[in-house]
């Protein structure tokens, strides 16, 4: 499986810069917290991560849990309480769908995610102009609100696409509306942006995916570069709110994921994440 891993709200970079996330090595695919990020060397790093077998690979029609997950390297253990157990909830949604592969946090990764990345756009230009902070800060994850994060990533085998759910409690409503704002803004007059990249022009093309519940406060469709392209990648990120939580959903890969049914999948697992923190 030659997937992208996913990150913080993935932006439409250039380069995977990866956080200090050690995952679980039983899974068939290796997933890595990163932030995608404008720069101007190629995406391609994220390809050599080499595939391990798994020894207990949690798999089955059943569920994924949540806990399965232990660090190798002797981190701390996985946060619990209520953004914890709202991950948690949507991990088992997430293996109803035989995303049966699962990659939780460790406090020490929530603190890395906490830090918005720095001069991400490293010299590339964006045109219009007008666009370039919008693009620039598409890279937000809710850790970043500071204030009991969770996370899982998930995965399945022979699907070549990677997922992860974050909660956390609303601590910085301006900022949360601030991020609002930006995917409005990739929406609008965003919604067509060219990034000129060591002389190549890229498109970059944003769209509102096709979703059914109410539930959701933000969604965005991005994909960058033409299908084929060695800078091809798209994201779909969902945004929710409950109780004084914010739960976000979001897929990454190369191409696919503009066919509804990834929606529908990041739709369902989100409501149920939400629906736990009632």
Avoid at 40 to 45: H, K, P, Q
Avoid at 178 to 203: F, K, N, R, W
Wanted: hydrophobic share 40%; charged share 15%.
């Amino acid at each position: 499986m030659d997937a992208k891993p996913p990150g913080r709200t993935p932006p439409p970079g250039v380069r995977a810069q990866k956080t200090a996330l050690l995952v679980a090595r039983w899974l068939a695919l290796v997933v890595v917290v990163i932030a995608i990020v404008i720069a101007v060397t190629s995406c391609s790093s994220t390809g050599s991560a080499q595939q391990t077998t798994p020894s207990n690979p949690h798999e089955g029609s059943g569920s994924a849990s949540s806990s399965a997950a232990q660090d190798p390297a002797g981190q701390s253990p996985a946060p619990t309480g209520p953004s914890a157990e709202a991950v948690a909830a949507g991990i088992q949604r997430a293996a109803s769908y035989n995303f049966t592969l699962a990659a939780v946090a460790s406090p020490q990764d929530l603190e890395a995610l906490r830090a918005a990345p720095q001069d991400t756009l490293e010299g590339a230009t964006v045109d219009p102009a007008a666009c370039r902070a919008a693009v620039q800060q598409l890279n937000w994850s809710p850790a970043q609100l500071g204030q009991d994060a969770a996370r899982t990533d998930f995965a399945a085998q022979g699907v070549e696409a990677t997922g992860s759910i974050e909660v956390a409690r609303i601590t910085d409503r301006a900022a949360l509306d601030a991020h609002y704002a930006t995917v409005e803004q990739m929406l609008g007059d965003c919604a067509d942006v060219s990034l000129s990249i060591s002389g190549s022009d890229v498109p970059l093309r944003s769209t509102t995916p096709d979703l059914q519940s109410k539930a959701v406060d933000s969604a965005l469709l991005w994909s960058r570069a033409a299908q084929g392209s060695d800078l091809r990648q798209q994201a779909l990120v969902l945004i929710g709110e409950r109780d004084g939580y914010v739960a976000m959903v979001s897929f990454i890969a190369t191409d696919g994921l503009d066919d509804g049914k990834f929606a529908q999948l990041a739709e369902g697992i989100l409501t149920s994440t939400l629906d736990d923190l009632a």
